[in-house]
């Protein structure tokens, strides 16, 4: 058990799964205050404050972070992570659909960093870390409405870090290749060749595996800590190298 986040009071939301999840037992674990707000937060870490919200919902989001404030006694951190998927070209889905993903995806992040701000404003260390994706930076075939919604995502990052930066707040962004998690393991299991689409994307990404939610959630931490105090309006890719690197194929 470290001691970097002693003292430190953070919310995650979609942190009864996957990223969020890992990244608030990670957080406990360094000795940070941790409330989840999720739509299902019974599958919360144990020590975390499980706080039912929908992060598409006005009246939700504000009386869901006021309750996390009253129960940590203010807020330095907030993680933007909850999100949901979508698939197929700019010509699939209705356009409620797309309505619905930028609802969640990018409005969800706006309505909770509003709720959010006057109590960041108070904190000596404040920072926000969004997590956004490879989508926003790469074109991925049949991921037009995700990748939109994932671009406004990190260009939000960036507006709001210039916003608040004199404030003292942080913004910063996670852009995860192909994680390891329960989302993509439903993916999985609905496609016609399960193993065939997992070595897909196990290829995809340079190191030839996928990414761990372990491995995301450090990199929030990061972010989120005194070691990133210098670092406001960036994206960190941890993406098994998928952004960066260009390899011949392999044999
Ligand atoms: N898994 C990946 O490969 C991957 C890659 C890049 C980015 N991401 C991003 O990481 C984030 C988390 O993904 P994950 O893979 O851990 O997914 P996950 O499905 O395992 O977990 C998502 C969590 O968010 C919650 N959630 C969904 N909609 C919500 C809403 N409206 N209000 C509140 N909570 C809500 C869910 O209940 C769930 O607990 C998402 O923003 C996703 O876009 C994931």
Not at 50 to 79: E, F, K
Not at 171 to 183: A, E, H, Q, S
Not at 221 to 245: E, F, H, K, N
Request: glycine residues 12%; aromatic residues 4%; charged residues 20%.
């Amino acid at each position: 058990m470290t001691t970097e986040f002693e003292g430190f009071r953070a919310v995650v939301t979609g942190g009864g799964s996957g990223i969020g999840r890992r990244t608030a037992e990670e957080l406990l674990a360094r000795g940070a205050a941790v409330a989840v707000l999720d739509l299902d937060p019974s599958t919360a870490p144990d020590g975390a404050h499980p706080i039912r919200c929908d992060v598409a919902d006005d009246d939700a989001v504000r009386s869901a972070v006021a309750a996390a404030a009253a129960r940590l006694g203010g807020i330095d951190g907030l993680v933007n992570n909850a999100g949901i998927g979508a698939q197929g070209t700019v010509e699939d889905g209705d356009l409620d659909e797309w309505r619905t993903v930028f609802e969640i995806n990018v409005l969800g992040i706006v309505r909770v960093t509003r709720a959010a701000l006057g109590h960041l404003r108070e904190s000596k260390a404040a920072a926000v870390v969004n997590t956004c994706s490879i989508a926003a930076t790469a074109g991925l075939p049949r991921r037009a409405l995700y990748s939109a919604s994932k671009g406004a995502v990190e260009s939000l990052t960036r507006a709001m870090a210039a916003d608040h930066v004199r404030e003292g707040i942080r913004f910063n962004c996670v852009n995860p290749g192909t994680v390891d998690t329960p989302w993509v393991r439903r993916l999985l299991d609905a496609a016609t060749d399960p193993e065939a689409e997992a070595e897909a994307l196990r290829r995809r990404q340079p190191t030839g595996r996928l990414v761990s939610a372990t491995e995301v959630a450090g990199a929030i931490c990061y972010l989120l800590g005194p070691a990133a105090a210098a670092t406001t309006g960036t994206s960190l890719a941890v993406d098994g190298g998928m952004s960066g690197l260009r390899l011949p194929p392999q044999r």
